[in-house]
């Protein structure tokens, strides 16, 4: 296993792809820190009585869909750039034991993916309040240790989304078709499941990977998803599925296919 996982490792680190997705987090980090100069720079100009009620998103939050979309791409192109040069063929002739090629793809990707979010996160946040100073810009006002579990929860939702990206690869081959279905899992489920009858909106709401990071992080989602919110512990359990069943799925197709 030790020399499939390091097999994972030189292809993930030497392709183009992933110094690419690399530019897109600093990407992110950068656009950030410029957003919070800006904000800042709104709020020096302002009321006393604005600045009392001002509220600006968080750099960390407001663009973390910029990371998770780079690392759902690293995701898909994992697999499916194999297919498309034929690679995966000579990998699963060199190890037969195909699970365990999956196993190490989804380690290997999983692990980039949660130290890029993780640190692209926390980066953002400590770098927003340091821009922020003193002004009390909304994002900056509830202590750090207030704030962990959303920033950890944050980070962890980025790996989630390379492993989604990885198993529909997997179960696909296609990386146009998979790269439609993360985007369409982030930005286009989530608006739609506002369409649907009560109760359901609301319950099927709180499993959208986008209300997840809030629940496991203890916010209160009772205003918006009223009954429906999950404990934190019922969402870590329904971001872990997200993770789980694609990949479940991507592992029980390469068994059953000839590739």
Do not use: C
Request: net charge neutral.
């Amino acid at each position: 296993m030790t020399g499939i996982l390091a097999a994972e490792w030189l292809k993930i680190r030497s392709v183009a792809s992933t110094q690419h997705v690399v530019g897109a987090v600093i990407g992110a980090f950068v656009v950030g820190i410029v957003w919070v100069f800006y904000a800042g720079s709104v709020w020096d100009d302002a009321t006393p009585e604005r600045q009392a009620v001002f509220r600006a998103a968080s750099p960390e939050e407001g663009f973390l869909p910029i990371v998770q979309v780079a690392l759902g791409v690293l995701g898909v192109l994992a697999i499916t750039s194999e297919y498309a040069t034929g690679l995966i063929r000579a990998t699963l002739v060199a190890v037969p034991r195909r699970p365990a090629v999956i196993a190490a793809k989804a380690a290997v990707v999983g692990a980039f993916s949660l130290a890029a979010g993780q640190g692209v996160v926390f980066a953002s946040f400590f770098a927003g309040r340091l821009v922020a100073g003193d002004r009390t810009m909304g994002f900056n006002v509830a202590p750090v240790a207030g704030e962990l579990p959303r920033l950890f929860a944050s980070g962890l939702s980025v790996m989630v989304i390379a492993l989604v990206g990885l198993g529909l690869g997997a179960a696909v081959r296609s990386t146009a078709g998979a790269l439609v279905s993360v985007v369409a899992l982030l930005f286009v489920l989530p608006p739609v499941t506002g369409l649907l009858p009560a109760p359901w909106n609301t319950w099927v709401s709180s499993v959208m990977l986008s209300n997840l990071v809030s629940q496991i992080a203890g916010e209160d989602m009772s205003f918006r998803l009223g009954d429906g919110a999950l404990s934190p512990a019922g969402a870590l359990v329904a971001m872990a599925l997200y993770a789980a069943v694609p990949l479940a799925a991507g592992t029980l197709l390469i068994i059953k296919r000839d590739v």
